[in-house]
């Protein structure tokens, strides 16, 4: 059995770290982490972690490299405090699209990520959504990979939609449609997408039938919004009603919120992987639902050696 259960927060965000806390009915650990004048990270664990199960709680959203190089001080400090057990909690793993070589001469940055966080003394992984499952097989170190689906079929059952068709917006994002539309019982269309650039993309055609129906795309990660932008415009296009959307990881960087509030779009089902106070302040179409019990769930199960297998659906 491992020592006593303790949750330390980085920077990224503080809010959903305090609900899982909450949930977990314990006090956030105590420490101290400032930047020097030249950008440095400082950190100090301003309590006794030795032998304790430990879990550090830090989405690697923006800004990306400031929040992961957060994570890696941290974790190399509380290991240098004999922590007995460091569990690494990425409710959104940043890098994670560069999952392949697909172009000459390319990183694949979600497997450098991978071997940093684990150098870095991490035991093992607990994250949410992956951008591609198999970035668990990057890892030499036990990885608990999370789906928000739960959350998202609530909330998707809370705008209680009639006549509903569940769209992927890419290929890759059929598997998680059609397990969603099956528990709602809804249609299933695909957008046929071609990139033609990083955070550019272009619909030509949409498999299914859409017209008269109303419609929900469904996504991953909502970055730059251009993709669901497409979407929205290419769906209208082919005589789909109501127009609606959900996303696990609300990045929403650049134009994001403009293309959202400008679009047809009624709203936006996200959740609070990332931090979401000033979106949603700039946005009212979106519609935030928390993931903080579901990783406290999962991080009470692994501290007390219990299963986490029923978490994953």
């Known amino acids: 059995m491992y020592g006593d259960l303790k949750v330390f927060s980085g920077r990224a965000h503080p809010g959903l770290s305090r609900e899982i806390a909450d949930y977990l009915s314990v006090p956030l650990g105590k420490s101290e982490v400032y930047n020097f004048a030249d950008g440095e990270i400082f950190c100090q664990i301003e309590e006794n972690v030795r032998g304790c199960d430990i879990f550090v709680i830090q989405p690697t959203c923006s800004p990306v490299n400031e ?20 569990t690494a909690v990425l409710p959104y793993y940043g890098y994670a699209r560069q999952d392949k070589k697909d172009k000459p001469r ?8 991978a071997d940093l966080i684990s150098k870095a003394g991490a035991d ?33 059952r809370d705008l209680e939609i009639p006549d509903l068709t569940i769209v992927s917006p890419d290929a890759g994002g059929v598997e998680r449609a059609r397990a969603i539309a099956k528990r709602l019982h ?19 055609h949409i498999i299914g039938d859409v ?3 109303n419609v929900l795309i469904l996504d991953d990660i909502i970055d730059t919004a251009g993709t669901l932008y497409k979407s929205i415009d290419a769906l209208q296009n082919a005589g789909a009603e109501r127009i609606f959307a959900a996303g696990v990881h609300a990045v929403l960087s650049g134009p994001a919120i403009d293309r959202l509030m400008s679009s047809t779009l009624e709203s936006a089902v996200i959740t609070n992987t990332t ?16 993931v903080a019990p579901l990783l406290g769930e999962a991080i009470q199960r692994i501290h007390t050696n219990s299963s986490v297998s029923s978490l994953f659906v």
Not at 67 to 81: F, G, P, Q, S, T
Not at 275 to 290: A, G, H, I, Q, V
């Open 275 to 290: 931090p979401l106070e000033d979106k949603l302040s700039r946005c009212p179409k979106l519609k935030p639902f928390s």
């Open 67 to 86: 929040n992961l190089m957060e994570l890696l001080v941290m974790m190399d400090a509380l290991k240098r405090a004999s922590a007995f057990r460091l």
């Open 124 to 156: 093992r992984i607990l994250t949410l959504d992956l951008h591609a499952g198999q970035i668990q097989g990057f890892f030499d170190i036990p990885v608990d990979h999370l789906f928000a689906a739960p959350v998202v079929l609530e909330a998707i």
């Open 186 to 204: 809804a249609g299933l269309a695909i957008i046929d997408k071609r990139r033609v650039a990083a955070n550019e993309a272009e619909v030509r």
């Open 106 to 113: 390319v990183a694949i940055t979600a497997k450098l990520v």
């Open 211 to 213: 017209d008269g129906q």
